[in-house]
């Protein structure tokens, strides 16, 4: 008989639906049935495309007698982390604080008053490696709430006090400065890999974030060294296996610091942000390789993501079938010399392996490679190369395909729209422009309430029942202003403003610029969740401080520009020490430093300077710079109000810290105001 996950939205919860353990979603009836049955709470948190996750599922909560035995000591509660971040970020700290690390999957032990007091991640189903098994940690946990429930009363209280005792030191005041921007890139600069790009070792994780922040450095000061890291950094990964070369799109991470190998599973966020990245390496540089991998990524998000209402699903698996019924990860992905001779015939086959990579030994598991575009001298022949990419991908889509997560999750949509919506404003991609208003569309119809309150999640046009959080409001109205720049559409404006007035009204903390990731309203947690650092994506905070700067640049609003400059007090205190977890904080300290720069450009819509003036000021790399556009009557967007025509001609204006220069109908002086 199904369990009570039967009815939830969430994919990975209908996942466990059919396990022989009696799962509960999260909710208070679980805690209430914890307290009356006088049981303590086994709390599980993972996701859909979670490779651990599903080896302790199959190996755990699967198995009829392991269940047997968490259904009659536990109560056993079930998180998908994509759709209560607040309840992963909580229980997360607390793990990471008790072992010194975490992950997914995450099992945490509690009272019945959600105070925990054993944590751990993946357990075997027997002991390895050190490793207890997990029926070990069980019978373990279970004997102590038996025989020394004081002592685990005692040990949850003083966890959950030594949580509270971790609030965040907010900092500064004030907004980073010159100084402080400068300390960040010296301290990149420290951290960087000169042979591989990027930072740090092994895992290695796509630095989207800090690659903005050094194209915005670069734009700002003209430093060589920003620019050299950010391009260096997208090449190596773009080259690397990280990257889908037949079908486009990235990983989530490389488990080693080449790039070379990456885990499979691929991420809408890492997608989003990464599509974005390199559309704006394009637009300072002029890469070509940039530009290919900007528009693979945006049509891999539209072809593989897209959802039946025109959303974009959270995430594809790591793992498939390998043809031979077992589900094995990166199956899909890789390829053996005699399977590329098997769809290309010998002569192509061996140009295939040359060209991608492809070695007797293999780079990956089983003699198998993950196709990678290694630096070499030889010269391949273009078209030769276009017919075995169709070819192999072609055979690769005959392949049993990885599960895909149909969730749609608010704050990813939202980087997903203001990806989509520039790319195609760059590439003269009007079908990229259309998805992302499909994606605007739906987080409107279906994600957004009458008071303008955001809904997390939804699946299948249904909207889910846990609340947003602050990177959902932040990113949807980040994904909003850059479909106001790209269309001229004043509506987009106006709702990224109804869900900033949230942020300033739910999610802050008084006149100090701190932030919570959670509303003042929502579900109350053993503690409030609040963390200014980026992880793989944004965090809520500095998301909503980019959100409320791009806001105030476009209205005038002071409320928001003060907003965003206390929120950055954050960035003064962490960027000399941590920079490489603040990277969108320090993007939007440049922006801010550089104004940010508020263009306007008036004409008739199918007049051709028009379009030629709104293209320049959109594919200006001056940080930040936000743009309106539309005829000199149009209301639909505050920056247009009092900016007639130049002798009848379309016109440009640009403004700058409460100074405007004189309006322009030349393109190339447009530009020119928009560079440094």
């Known amino acids: 008989m199904p369990n009570r996950l039967a009815h939830e939205t969430s994919p990975y919860l209908l996942q466990h639906a059919d396990n022989p353990v009696d799962w509960w979603p999260w909710s208070a009836e679980a805690f209430e049935e914890a307290r009356r049955s006088g049981r303590p709470v086994l709390l599980s948190v993972g996701y859909s495309s979670c490779h651990w996750c599903h080896v302790m599922a199959h190996e755990s909560f699967e198995d009829e007698e392991t269940a047997a035995y968490l259904n009659a000591h536990f109560v056993s509660v079930k998180v998908d982390r994509e759709e209560r971040p607040d309840v992963d970020a909580v229980y997360m700290e607390a793990v990471q604080a008790a072992t010194g690390q975490g992950g997914w999957p995450m099992t945490v032990f509690l009272t019945a008053d959600a105070e925990p007091f054993y944590f751990g991640t993946y357990f075997p189903p027997e002991s390895r490696h050190g490793m207890p098994s997990f029926r070990q940690v069980l019978e373990g ?56 790009g990027g930072f740090g070792g092994a895992p290695k994780f796509p630095p989207s974030m800090v690659v903005e922040f050094l194209l915005r450095h670069h734009a700002r000061t003209g430093s060589e060294g920003a620019l050299q890291m950010a391009s260096d950094t997208c090449e190596r990964m773009a080259r690397g296996g990280l990257y889908d070369q037949l079908g486009g799109g990235f990983a989530r991470y490389s488990v080693d610091r080449e790039w070379r190998v990456p885990h499979f599973e691929k991420m809408l966020y890492d997608n989003a942000l990464l599509c974005r990245v390199y559309a704006h390496l394009w637009r300072a540089t002029g890469s070509e390789l940039a530009r290919r991998v900007a528009l693979e990524t945006a049509d891999f998000m539209v072809g593989e993501l897209r959802t039946a209402e025109g959303g974009f699903a959270s995430a594809l698996d790591a793992d498939s079938d390998d043809g031979s019924g077992r589900h094995v990860e990166g199956a899909y992905y890789v390829w053996t010399p005699g399977q590329l001779g098997e769809v290309l015939g010998d ?128 990113d949807v109205a980040e994904g909003f202003l850059a479909l106001a720049s790209v269309t001229g559409e004043g509506v987009w404006l106006e709702f990224a403003g109804f869900l900033l007035d949230h942020v300033l009204v739910r999610f802050t903390d008084g006149d100090s610029g701190a932030l919570y990731d959670t509303a003042a309203d929502a579900e109350r947690l053993i503690r409030r969740p609040q963390d200014p650092t980026d992880n793989a994506t944004p965090s809520g905070w500095s998301a909503a401080a980019g959100a409320l700067l791009s806001y105030a640049a476009q209205t005038g609003s002071e409320p928001h520009r003060t907003a965003a400059e206390r929120a950055l007090g954050v960035v003064t205190a962490l960027a000399p020490r941590a920079p490489r977890f603040v990277g969108w904080g320090l993007a939007t300290a440049e922006a801010l430093l550089d104004g940010p720069r508020e263009v306007a450009v008036v004409g008739p819509a199918d007049a051709p300077a028009t379009r030629e003036l709104h293209r320049a000021a959109l594919l200006a790399t001056a940080p930040g710079a936000v743009v ?37 109908t030349d393109v190339d002086r447009l530009r020119a105001a928009l560079g440094r």
């Open 347 to 474: 002569e192509d086959g061996r140009l295939a392996a040359r060209y991608y990579g492809v070695t007797e030994e293999g780079t990956f598991e089983e003699g198998a490679s993950v196709l990678q575009l290694p630096q070499q001298e030889a010269v391949f022949d273009a078209a030769a190369l276009a017919s075995v990419r169709g070819r192999l991908l072609a055979a690769r889509a005959g392949r049993p395909a990885p599960g895909r997560d149909d969730k749609v999750v608010a704050a990813w949509n939202g980087l997903a729209v203001a990806a989509l919506a520039e790319t195609g404003a760059y590439f003269d991609r009007p079908d990229l422009v259309d998805a992302a208003l499909g994606a605007a569309d739906l987080l409107v119809r279906v994600h957004l309430d009458e008071h303008a309150r955001l809904a997390r999640t939804s699946k299948d046009g249904r909207a889910g029942a846990n609340a947003g959080v602050l990177e959902d409001y932040a």
């Open 628 to 664: 309106a556009v539309g005829t000199p009557e149009s209301d639909e967007l505050p920056l247009l109000a009092d900016r007639p025509l130049v002798n009848g001609e379309p016109a440009a204006y640009v403004c700058r810290n409460f100074t405007c220069d004189a309006p322009t």
């Open 141 to 196: 946990v279970q004997s102590a709430w038996t025989d020394r429930r004081d002592e685990v009363s005692e040990v949850a209280g003083k966890i959950v006090r030594d949580l509270a005792g971790r609030e965040i030191g907010f900092g500064d005041s004030r907004p980073p400065g010159e100084e402080e921007l400068a300390q960040a890139l010296l301290g990149l600069t420290r951290d960087y890999d000169a042979t591989h």
